[in-house]
């Protein structure tokens, strides 16, 4: 497990470090298999997307759970206390999404 730090931009952005590019939080992270969770202070959140998305079983609110999940995720993120993005991506092999089919 690592640890990436985030960048906050002027406009409100928040990027990371992924494989030597410049990732944006709230549109490659919080989709992103490897996304651990984040650091606020000492203690780290889990990816509430990826939470949701692991531990649903459909139905007619799983659009608006998953909406929330991010919208939690982002609200995360702009707490002036998050340092840095935990990222399981030991192997250095990037983004890969969530919704991957295998």
Same mark, same amino acid.
């Not at 497990?1 to 549109?27: F, N, W, Y």
């Given at each position: 497990?690592k640890?990436?730090?985030?960048? $906050?931009?002027?406009? %409100?952005?928040? !990027?990371?470090?992924?494989?030597?590019? #410049?990732?944006s939080?709230?549109?490659?992270? /919080?989709?992103?298999?490897?996304?651990?969770?984040?650091?606020?202070?000492?203690?780290?959140?889990?990816?509430?997307?990826?939470?949701t998305? $692991?531990?649903?079983? %459909?139905?007619? !609110?799983?659009?608006?759970?998953?909406? #929330?999940?991010?919208?939690?995720?982002?609200? /995360?993120?702009?707490?002036?206390?998050?340092?840095?993005?935990?990222?399981?991506?030991?192997?250095?092999?990037?983004?890969?999404?969530?919704? $991957?089919?295998?």
């Amino acid at each position: 497990m690592k640890s990436l730090p985030l960048d $906050r931009k002027q406009s %409100g952005k928040a !990027t990371v470090i992924c494989c030597g590019k #410049e990732v944006s939080v709230h549109s490659t992270c /919080v989709f992103c298999s490897k996304c651990a969770g984040i650091r606020v202070n000492r203690r780290v959140t889990p990816n509430p997307y990826a939470q949701t998305l $692991r531990g649903s079983k %459909g139905g007619m !609110t799983y659009d608006e759970s998953l909406m #929330e999940s991010m919208a939690m995720f982002n609200t /995360v993120i702009e707490d002036k206390n998050a340092t840095d993005i935990e990222c399981a991506d030991d192997e250095g092999t990037g983004y890969l999404p969530l919704t $991957r089919r295998r």
